[in-house]
């Protein structure tokens, strides 16, 4: 049993293990053996991926095994030097800050940070910011500010974190801040949902001037256990909540909330790290480029726009 | 001995009756005093007795802080049901007993007009439409609010109530955190003072962007102000909160406030920080 398996990837994974262990194996009968399992293989999974529910994909977005920034971070770019603290109160592990060099330019990175294990889980508290992570954020905005370096943030947190000490340094201040500082920074934003998008607390670094979602990220104002169980008053309707909630990229898309949908390699990103990655850095350096040649005033100008349309209603 | 046979029996006795012919009294939620309905509303809802502050509708806020010749605007921008949300209703019957409940389009309000003699575009929200909650409506309504000021250099006050982000609008009402914070951020810009006043209860999406953006922030007393509400945290950290946990003299303690203002004294407070700030 491979860990973390979803029950719809419990076949996949099955022959997956069957295609390994006849790897060890070098007869000519095997190895015939192994490539008809490999077309198997690649047909079920293709099969499965193509009919994914909202809920499926929640489930992918979540997976133990899907790479995190941490994993991304040497595979898209070729230097990284981390930068700490918020200068106020903490450091906090659930949000990542540092330069990196992207195809020999500086970029800074804000990126949440969920972990992988119950130790890297605990130590980055689940990936939920309290209100020094977004502060860390706010600064490293500035900063990059002020030295003209484009920003790329990157997605991933169940929601910020809702504990007494959360509020008491004003969670919610803490996040408006950086809507409202993204909103007119002088600098190129892109923004991509790696995994889970998960309300406030993702968008406190998702205001940009592109935003980018994995093919199986998702992206809610509410999760949809915390959305079955206000609206239904019933968790186990979880699966309806994750279709009415809209979250996919698909979704997503159609709404104009996002600009581009990242594919991932077959199976979901979790099966091939340095794959993901580099469809990441193709579409990311793709859109760094266009942005670059637009002049701060008028990339702020089109930056307030696009937030200035979001929204669905009639006048009468 | 389980079944014993009581030595007495209780007789139910009459229920003395308060008076309270139908409209002549209220009860305080809070401290359950009985109040006379004149002096109740003489009070502007506010309980003689514990000096609770009761939920003010949209119109009475507007009566007791705006000078007369108040101008609605943009009232004609009304919700859809864009992605077919249903939960035990749908958004659009939910929006229609709403509209029924309360008269107005959404749960907000936007007014052109004077406090104490200072103009201002004032912003109202109405927490007994859906929760007073954020969908695309308030988006828009706030922005062309915002839009409004800068045009005709007049200071924005807005009273905040609300549930949050409206989830029948999906990630469409998350954004709208981002549009709202998007033109504060340009209100700020154009040197125009920005006042919120939060009032019971002033939580989630927009705790997170437009209330807690201004330039001064005022509260009523004992307002449930936060941005993951008091049952999402006791579930989290798996312990009761204490007493005061969330509300404004809390808040105020811990420096997220410029003042607690009883409702009394709010406008005489809101024209005299307009004049000293920008008139």
């Avoid at chain 1, 992207?102 to 130790?119: C, M, R, S, W």
């Avoid at chain 1, 698909?250 to 099966?271: N, W």
């Amino acid at each position: 049993m491979i860990t973390g398996s979803l029950p719809f990837e419990t076949p996949i994974d099955e022959l997956e293990e069957r295609i390994n262990s006849l790897s060890t194996v070098s007869s000519e009968k095997t190895k015939e053996e192994a490539r008809q399992l490999q077309k198997e293989y690649e047909e079920l999974i293709q099969r499965i991926f193509s009919s994914l529910t909202p809920w499926q994909k929640t489930q992918l977005a979540r997976h133990i095994r899907r790479p995190c920034i941490l994993d991304y971070i040497p595979r898209i770019f070729d230097e990284f030097i981390e930068l700490h603290g918020d200068r106020l109160i903490g450091d906090d592990r659930a949000i990542i800050t540092g330069m990196a060099r992207l195809n020999d330019e500086t970029v800074f990175i804000i990126a949440h940070q969920k972990g992988k294990d119950t130790p890297t889980n605990i130590a980055c508290n689940f990936g939920m910011p309290n209100p020094e992570g977004y502060r860390k954020a706010a600064r490293i905005m500035r900063l990059a500010e002020r030295f003209k370096k484009p920003i790329l943030t990157f997605i991933d947190t169940p929601g910020a974190y809702p504990g007494i000490e959360a509020e008491e340094k004003g969670q919610g201040e803490a996040i408006a801040r950086n809507l409202f500082i993204l909103s007119g920074l002088k600098t190129p934003v892109i923004a991509t949902v790696i995994g889970e998008g998960g309300s406030g607390g993702a968008l406190a670094i998702g205001v940009a001037d592109k935003v980018l979602m994995l093919e199986n990220a998702v992206y809610s104002v509410i999760s949809p256990e915390g959305c079955a169980a206000i609206l239904w008053k019933d968790r186990s309707r979880t699966e309806e909540a994750a279709a009415t909630l809209h979250l996919t990229a698909k979704d997503l898309l159609e709404l104009q909330i996002i600009d581009e949908i990242i594919p991932e390699p077959a199976g979901g990103a979790h099966r091939n790290y340095d794959e993901a990655a580099q469809k990441i850095k193709k579409v990311i350096t793709r859109h760094l480029n266009k942005l670059k040649n637009i002049d701060i005033p008028a990339l702020l100008e089109k930056r307030y726009e696009k937030y200035q349309k979001m929204g669905k209603f009639i006048v009468e | 001995m389980l079944f014993r046979k009581p030595k007495y029996a209780t007789i139910p006795l009459p229920k003395k009756k308060i008076e309270t012919p139908e409209g002549l009294w209220i009860k305080c939620d809070e401290c359950g005093e009985l109040i006379y309905k004149k002096d109740w509303h003489a009070s502007q809802m506010v309980c003689p007795e514990c000096n609770y502050h009761a939920r003010l509708g949209a119109k009475e806020r507007l009566q007791l802080i705006m000078d007369e010749g108040v101008e609605e605007f943009n009232q004609g921008i009304k919700s859809v049901d864009f992605l077919g949300f249903i939960d035990s209703k749908s958004y659009s019957q939910r929006l229609e007993d709403a509209q029924k409940k309360t008269g107005f389009l959404d749960a907000i309000i936007t007014v052109k007009g004077s406090i104490q003699g200072y103009r201002v575009v004032a912003g109202i929200l109405c927490f007994d439409f859906m929760g007073g909650s954020m969908g695309s409506v308030m988006g828009e309504k706030i922005a062309l609010a915002v839009n409004e000021c800068i045009k005709e250099n007049v200071p924005l006050v807005i009273f905040c109530a609300s549930g949050g982000a409206r989830m029948q609008e999906g990630t469409m009402s998350l954004m709208q955190m981002a549009k709202t914070s998007a033109s504060i951020a340009r209100l700020s810009e154009a040197g125009i003072p920005y006042i919120s006043v939060l009032t019971h209860p002033t939580t989630g999406g927009v705790t997170a962007s437009f209330a807690t953006l201004a330039d001064i922030i005022i509260a009523e007393p004992k307002v449930l102000i936060c941005f993951a509400g008091p049952r999402v945290i006791e579930q989290t950290i798996g312990q009761k909160l204490p007493e005061g946990f969330q509300r404004s003299e809390f808040l105020l303690k811990h420096g997220l406030l410029d003042m607690i203002v009883p409702r009394k004294e709010m406008k005489d407070t809101l024209g005299n920080i307009l004049k000293m700030l920008y008139y």
